[in-house]
Structures are given as structure tokens and as C-alpha cells.
């Protein structure tokens, strides 16, 4: 099954367009995300490998203004190498966060059988903009009503919002940040 995906971002001027490809062997999404924040223009190609249980394995992201990439790998466990370098720090995320992209919330939205009041806490790997540099975060999401709306609260920021997905656990609006564009 493939989706194609294009987002807006509302906070700044921004644009991205998503191809993610499901099969037994998990999920192969391919996005390009161009924008501009305050603090600098960005434009990412990325690629993400999710395993069968739709834990990341693998991120691949190459930077299009500039000439730097990065590849971020996981055994799926928790265990990460940033450009085949351990990262101790990482120790336990399953999932990523990339701050250019609501895709990233869908992961653990889309990984969980949610019912209304479910909640979980998650460590991730967290690449913020502008700096790129990989960070262990917390965060917590919370169901309020399946296949439409989340909680989501950043533990260390104390960022919250509401999320809301589509049936198959896409983000449809991220409050003040992105909103899906009709493909």
C-alpha cells in the first residue's frame, strides 16, 4: 500500500511532500520538507526504514542548501549509531522526532492499539532545527478519541498540543504547526 502525503507548515513558510510504502517487511517512507524558520531556511530529502512492529531502523537525511547528511540506525532495541558511531545517549528510543515534519507523530500514533484515556510515554531521538543534532527527548501521548485526536506533551519542554490523524493514524492537523494539504 502507498500513501502520498503533503503537508503545510503553518508557523513558518514550509512545505513537504511524503511517499510512504507499507509492506510485511514494515514501512519506506521518502519525504522532501523545504521551509523557512526564523532562524534559517531548510531543505531535507529524507528517508525513513520502520521494522514490522514499526519500530524505527534506520533514518537517512540529507540536507539540500547545504552539504552535510546524516544516517541514524537502530537494531530496533533502543541501541542507535549516528553515522555508524554508538550513541549511548540514545540508549532506548524507539522512535524519532524530526521537528521539520509531523510524519514523526504518526509513528508511535500508528504502532499502538489506542482506546479513548490510553496514554504512553515514549523516549525518542529528537533533531531539532536549525542545528540538526540528535537528543534523547520524552514524550507522552494520550488518546482522547481513536483514529482522530491526541495529546501531545513534550516532558522536557513541557510543549503540549493536540494532534489530529486520519483513520490510519496520519497526522491531519498539528495545531499551529502543520496542516495536510489535499493530495
Known amino acids: 500500500m502507498t500513501h502520498e502525503l503533503f ?8 512545505t513537504e511532500r511524503l511517499r510512504v510504502m507499507t509492506s510485511a517487511e514494515g514501512l519506506l517512507a521518502h519525504g522532501v520538507a523545504v521551509g523557512r524558520t526564523p532562524e534559517c531556511p531548510y531543505a531535507f530529502d529524507y528517508r525513513v526504514r520502520l521494522d514490522e512492529q514499526g519500530r524505527c531502523r534506520r533514518l537517512g537525511l540529507q540536507a539540500l542548501l547545504e552539504e552535510w547528511r546524516l544516517e541514524l540506525t537502530s537494531d530496533g532495541e533502543g541501541n542507535w549509531q549516528l553515522n ?3 550513541r549511548e545517549d540514545l ?5 524519532i522526532d524530526l521537528a521539520f515534519t509531523p510524519f514523526s507523530n504518526s509513528l ?3 504502532r499502538y492499539n489506542w482506546s479513548a ?4 510515554e515514549l523516549a525518542v531521538v529528537h533533531l531539532t532545527l ?5 537528543h534523547p527527548a520524552r514524550q507522552r501521548y494520550t488518546c ?3 483514529g482522530y485526536s491526541f495529546d501531545y506533551h513534550n ?7 493536540a494532534i489530529m490523524i486520519d483513520g490510519d493514524g496520519w497526522v491531519i492537523e498539528y495545531p499551529g504547526l502543520f496542516r495536510r494539504e489535499a493530495t
Open 84 to 86: 555508524g558511531v554508538d
Open 108 to 110: 508511535p500514533i500508528r
Open 91 to 95: 540508549a532506548g528510543c524507539i522512535d
Open 155 to 161: 516532558l522536557d519542554s513541557g510543549y503540549e498540543s
Open 130 to 134: 536549525p542545528e540538526m543534532k540528535a
Open 144 to 146: 482522547r478519541e481513536p
Open 7 to 14: 503537508w503545510r507548515a503553518l508557523e513558518y513558510a514550509g
Open 117 to 120: 484515556g490510553d496514554t504512553c
